[in-house]
């Protein structure tokens, strides 16, 4: 941390947008009490969760989450050291930019009958009906965007999305 | 199976209230002479006892409440001990397990209201959690950065029975209270602090922690470095000592906000930066261009003030590998400390003491005189607690006892009696204004109860001080909401509980009043009717910068 320029404070020079949005790889207890403490602690400091995503570890009693955050006016390294101080949380990775699978689920079902413009982009036909079709998709985020910009084309009925989760390419 | 386990973790003293949720602990409380219950007025007055006791002896505080409100009245006085890295256990009793959730009698989710208020909580819904749950929470509260940890029992495993089992190891894999030390820039910081022309070292709470006192004083001194304290650092560093700053902050001495402004270097030790420092964040310390902070919380680095160079480790470990590198010290340093001494002699504390009304210094002033470092001295919130902080010369750790973080008005009474729990050798003297007094009187019965031989100040002026203050120099002159005067009659009251007590109305009383409470052994209050008027100084408006304190007015 040294030799560097500094801003002196986080409020003299709030970060730019897409700076305060940090990637979160976060290994967790099990716990009644566990999701209630890290959305309680990144409420109260001022944070703002984009999305958040939950499944078993490979570790028995713990559990991965992705997290995406928005730092708010705190420096980004924050959400970071702050999560870290739970005692619940056994490791936090933080991988905004770092070389990762990043992938996120969508079921989607819209009006068309006819469905090969998602189809073309990877999409799984899950049901057909009189009242539309169901598809899934999974892909990284810009393949996720271009997905649902095709789908707004197909008279959307509803959308469900997982948020990303994340894998560093290399261990 | 819960006392036992307090018993094994060395405990001594319990500051607690029954009710129906925790009537399983206290029935087996009577088999256990050597844990001694200390039943309080209400359970805000057993967290701040608790607290005060372990501000004044180190070990940490416990406290007994029953679930639902019994529970929730903790909620400030958990929240008092978490901002300022308290150790204690609140052990708090809740519906059975099989009634959790269905809105039972005096239920409510104490995890959930006390979980941003607490370092880590746990609900204990069966008996073969519980030794290991307990164990564990006395570690995570003394160690590494300290604070409350709070445990919600169920009634029924209260009543459970189970075979004793010491846990042999604690395993807690998400908590290394010193995980993330780094000392890998003692050198750097060292010799910046050393090599600098105009440096200023500012000493919080965990040098206090940490029983940093003397390295804090040999580096000080190896470098020709003064030395600010915050608040709750007082008692760091000697106030009478050459390099003295005194206090820091918007409250704090006119010559340390010169030598805070003016640095070229500022090392923060084990102090969290917060705005009653800073004042104008985006103003403090415009000349300083290496930020050194100190801290074990690593998530301070940054937090308020980025520093360029980062130590986190416990102050005294950071001191400790700091000093062998401190080296040459900068040849301009005797200037430096010649500005200081000017700036101290241009911007000393002052008062008022002509307008014929007793003054709260003169009050101070004559206790300093009888106690100098012999007593702790325990301060409420508000005026009181600024005077007592500046008028005073606090010249070693645990003199001072406070509510820094929180702001936390009643803290003073029931700290003070845990505090007296705690070090009953040493005279403890609570100071509080009429406005915070009255918020926790009701533990007066305590002090009763136990002869505690602690002397209550009350620095009466019928008015919310601080607050009338800021409404009449920041607040457009509004006087709204501030005149306490419908309040006891405090010698009256004092009788009630069963304590002597005097008035004193003028400076000619007030050494009479406190030979009187030096000479009864057992508590004993005075009802000092300070001038109405009377301000603290120096202050520096809100929203403005250190630069721009308002001193004393002179008259």
């Not at chain 1, 967790?28 to 959305?39: A, C, P, R």
């Not at chain 1, 699978?101 to 090969?116: D, I, T, W």
């Not at chain 2, 519906?95 to 959930?112: H, K, L, M, Y």
């Not at chain 2, 457009?476 to 005097?502: C, E, N």
């Amino acid at each position: 941390m040294i030799g560097t320029p500094h801003p002196k404070t986080s409020a003299a020079t709030p970060p730019r947008h897409e700076e305060r949005v940090r990637v979160l790889s976060v290994l967790v207890e099990d716990g009644s009490n566990t999701l209630s403490k890290i959305s309680g602690l990144i409420r109260r400091r001022g944070f703002h969760v984009r999305s958040i995503s939950v499944g078993p570890s490979p570790q028995p009693g713990r559990s991965r989450m992705t997290l995406t955050v928005d730092a708010g006016h705190a420096e980004s390294d924050q959400v970071r050291k702050q999560l870290e101080r739970l005692v619940e949380v056994i490791e936090v990775e933080d991988v905004t930019g770092e070389d990762v699978h990043s992938r996120e689920l969508v079921v989607a079902k819209v009006k068309a009958s006819q469905v090969g413009g998602l189809v073309d982009l990877g999409a799984k036909v899950l049901n057909t009906a009189s009242d539309g079709t169901t598809v899934e998709f999974s892909g990284e985020g810009k393949d996720v965007g271009d997905f649902i910009d095709e789908l707004m084309r197909h008279g959307v009925v509803d959308v469900a999305r997982s948020g990303p989760v994340v894998l560093r390419r290399t261990a | 199976m819960i006392l036992e386990a307090l018993e094994r973790e060395g405990v001594e003293y319990i500051f607690g209230y029954p009710g129906g949720a925790n009537l399983p602990i206290y029935q087996h409380l009577p088999e256990h002479p050597r844990l001694k219950h200390i039943l309080v007025r209400h359970e805000q007055g057993a967290a701040h006892m608790a607290d005060g006791y372990a501000r004044a002896c180190g070990k940490p505080g416990v406290v007994f409440a029953t679930s639902g409100p019994g529970a929730l009245n903790l909620v400030t006085g958990l929240c008092t001990a978490y901002m300022d890295s308290v150790p204690m256990i609140a052990i708090t009793g809740q519906v059975n397990s099989t009634q959790v959730g269905r809105d039972a009698f005096q239920e409510s989710d104490v995890i959930g209201a006390t979980s941003s208020v607490t370092k880590h909580s746990y609900l204990v819904t069966s008996i073969d959690q519980l030794p290991r749950v307990i164990h564990e929470a006395f570690h995570i509260a003394t160690t590494g950065r300290p604070g409350p940890v709070l445990i919600d029992i169920c009634k029924d495993v209260q009543q459970a029975n189970a075979e004793r089992v010491t846990p042999d190891r604690l395993e807690i894999p998400g908590y290394q209270p010193n995980g993330h030390v780094n000392l890998e820039h003692a050198h750097e910081a060292a010799r910046a602090l050393a090599g600098a022309e105009r440096p200023v070292i500012l000493a919080g709470h965990g040098v206090l922690l940490s029983h940093a006192e003397r390295e804090l004083f040999k580096f000080a001194e190896k470098a020709a470095a003064p030395v600010g304290t915050t608040l709750l650092g007082i008692g760091a560093f000697p106030v009478n000592h050459p390099l003295s700053l005194h206090m820091t902050g918007f409250m704090g001495t006119g010559w340390n906000l010169k030598a805070v402004q003016n640095a070229d270097v500022l090392m923060m030790v084990g102090m969290r930066v917060d705005d009653r420092v800073t004042a104008r964040l985006a103003d403090f310390a415009p000349n300083v261009k290496t930020f050194i902070h100190v801290d074990i919380d690593g998530s301070e680095m940054g937090k308020n003030v980025r520093p360029h160079i980062e130590l986190v480790a416990d102050a005294r470990n950071a001191l400790e590998a700091m000093t062998p590198h401190v080296g040459e010290v900068d040849a301009g340093r005797g200037q430096w400390l010649a500005q200081i001494d000017a700036w101290r002699e241009e911007h000393p504390l002052k008062y008022t003491h002509s307008n014929g009304h007793l003054q709260p210094q003169d009050v101070l002033i004559d206790m300093y005189r009888r106690c100098r470092s012999e007593a702790i001295v325990v301060a409420d919130v508000g005026q009181n607690q600024i005077w007592t902080a500046l008028w005073w010369n606090y010249d070693r750790p645990g003199t001072f006892i406070n509510s820094g973080g929180a702001g936390t008005m009643g803290f003073a009474l029931p700290a003070a009696i845990g505090a007296k729990f705690g070090r009953p050798d040493k005279a403890v003297w609570c100071v509080a204004g009429e406005g915070g007094f009255v918020m926790t009187a009701q533990e007066l019965s305590v002090a009763v109860e136990h002869n505690l031989d602690i002397k209550i100040v009350i620095l009466n002026n019928f008015s919310l001080g601080m607050v009338r203050q800021f409404q009449d120099d920041f607040y457009g002159g509004v006087r709204s909401q501030v005149d306490m005067t419908h309040i006891p009659d405090f010698v009256k009251l004092a009788d009630a509980y069963g304590l002597p007590g005097i008035r004193v109305d003028s400076l000619e009383q007030v050494g009479a009043a406190m030979d009187a409470a030096e000479k009864t052994k057992g508590p004993f209050l005075i009802d000092f009717r300070i001038d109405p008027e009377a301000n603290v100084y120096p202050i520096v408006p809100l929203g403005k910068s250190l630069n721009d304190f308002w001193e004393a007015p002179d008259k």
